[in-house]
Nanobody, 124 residues
Framework: QVEVVESGGGSVQPGGGLRLSCRFSGDVFSNYAMSWYRQSPGKERDLVAGITSNGGRTNYDDSVKDRFTITRDYARNMVHLQMNNLKPEDTAMYFC?????????????????WGRGTRVTVSS
């Protein structure tokens, strides 16, 4: 089955950096747009960054623009989120999400797959 697994979370001080990774498996990686979401306790999951299935376009929440960078590696079926100049407000559980493009959706396959998350804590 389609699966995404996050790694790379941890605890850092404000101003520090961290790189999150997401491993995709179970289907054709290039058929999926990939995103990072984050969630704090009691709040909805919010989109942090996204990248299209062909890697041609990215988008970021305004709160992380110029600090975070999303990339994808087709050779390794991996997605990364490089986070720099971290702030306490960035503290959250970060989730990797794979979303199949409609042209390649297949019956019996989920259109959207979420990982279990990796925790990021930013504090002094």
């Amino acid at each position: 089955q389609v699966e995404v697994v996050e790694s790379g979370g941890g605890s850092v001080q404000p101003g520090g950096g961290l790189r999150l990774s997401c491993r995709f498996s179970g289907d054709v990686f290039s058929n999926y747009a990939m995103s990072w979401y984050r969630q704090s306790p009691g709040k909805e999951r919010d989109l942090v960054a996204g990248i299209t299935s062909n890697g041609g376009r990215t988008n970021y929440d305004d709160s992380v623009k110029d600090r975070f960078t999303i990339t994808r590696d087709y050779a390794r079926n991996m997605v990364h989120l490089q986070m720099n100049n971290l702030k306490p407000e960035d503290t959250a559980m970060y989730f990797c999400v794979a979303k199949v493009v409609t042209a390649f959706a297949r019956p019996g396959y989920p259109g959207e797959v979420w990982g279990r998350g990796t925790r990021v804590t930013v504090s002094s």
